[in-house]
């Protein structure tokens, strides 16, 4: 049990430090919502049901903008796809639960989560209580996401812009990639993926990010193509 | 009727999280399959990291005198000689506020 919350802690602690761009992402969210004309329920279930970010954002926009459901459901699918890369790297790790842990750690699958819990999966995968860092990590972003979202549909549009607090999304993705710029095969997957996302952002659906990720990982496989 | 395109977006964003997680047994990947997908972070991250810094408001290729630039490469250096989350992120942000207020 002692052992459980220690680890269920450590994910929280561990989360910490990525939660405070969230707060800001959060809020223009929620702003973002209102602006739009979805009303509170609305834009405050958004962060509940679908609780992904860009994807709430892409769903809002396009309901406004008045693309079809099918254009707006092919979109969230298409940004969200990414996922799926996350819970394949997970997998060997979540095997062995029960279903309903895999349905709630699933659900709580976010970028950030699964950057420290992935991290610490590899140096604990021994541990049979190991999940419990997910949990942890997951639900201290989804209560941030949560209140954060409240906070600017209830207060509106509390941080000036021209802080530029958008760029903290960057920076967090970038100081979640620090240890591999010390390795030159993942250097060159990086930049790879980076200009490739460049190159395809204005493809249709937002399709960029997925376009990148497999265009990174085709050279990941070629730069270890002598390791059998 | 936003109601069910919300769920149904709910539930598709689910499935992307849920589907390989379950699906995937622990011998049903190659050692190969292993490694590429142990690059999974450096494949998709520079996906959200890259436009993120160099892409405007309006969808365009922004690289003439963009602070974020120069105050990304400040935060990666900090980063990569801390590994610690959090100076990489208010190093970044320091240094964009110093570049774009000072």
Redesign the interface.
Known sequence: MINKNKIFTKGVLDCLPLLLPVVPFGIIFGVIGMELGFGPYVTYATSFIIFAGSSQIVFIQLISAGASPLVTLTSVGIVNSRHLLYGAVLAEYLEKLKLRWKILLSYLLTDQAFAVSNKYFKKNNKNKFAHYHLLGSGLGLWVTWQLSTILGIVLGAIVPEELGLSFTIPLTFISLLVSEFRKSKHIIVILVSGCVALLAYNMPFKAYIIIAAIAGLSVAAFLNRKKS | M??L??????V???L???????????NS?T??TK?????????????????????DGN?T?DIENNP?IL??II??II??F??N??A??LT??AA??FI?FI
Do not use: D
């Not at chain 2, 395109?5 to 709910?10: E, L, N, R, S, Y």
């Not at chain 2, 992307?16 to 622990?26: A, C, D, N, P, Q």
């Open positions: 936003i109601w395109k919300m769920i149904i977006a709910g598709i964003t689910f992307t999280r849920f589907l390989l997680v379950s699906l995937i047994k622990k990947l050692n190969k490694i590429v997908l142990s690059y999974v972070p450096s494949a998709v991250f520079p996906a959200i990291i890259f436009p993120g810094i160099l892409i969808g290729l974020k105050a990304s935060a990666l980063g990569v801390s590994r989350i959090i990489t992120i970044g942000l964009y506020w774009i």
